[in-house]
């Protein structure tokens, strides 16, 4: 899924610093749970982290009602 620093967009999951397990982003982000990518190996240029097990649960519960609808 995609990270954003954009507020405005609505259903958007932020994305609190204690959340992160390791990594992080530098300025506040927030998950687009429907926005789902298909990257290749070579086209990641770093990792960004780990985070939280419920909130990647949240996400991916958000982006299976959006698939639903």
Do not use: C, Y
């Amino acid at each position: 899924m995609t990270l954003t620093t954009k507020s405005w967009l609505e259903g958007l999951i932020d994305v609190p610093e204690e959340s992160w397990i390791r990594g992080g982003t530098p300025s506040e982000s927030r998950i687009v749970p429907w926005s789902v990518q298909s990257i290749g190996r070579e086209e990641i240029e770093f990792w960004q982290g780990r985070l939280e097990n419920s909130l990647v649960d949240e996400a991916v519960t958000a982006l299976v009602g959006e698939l639903r609808t």
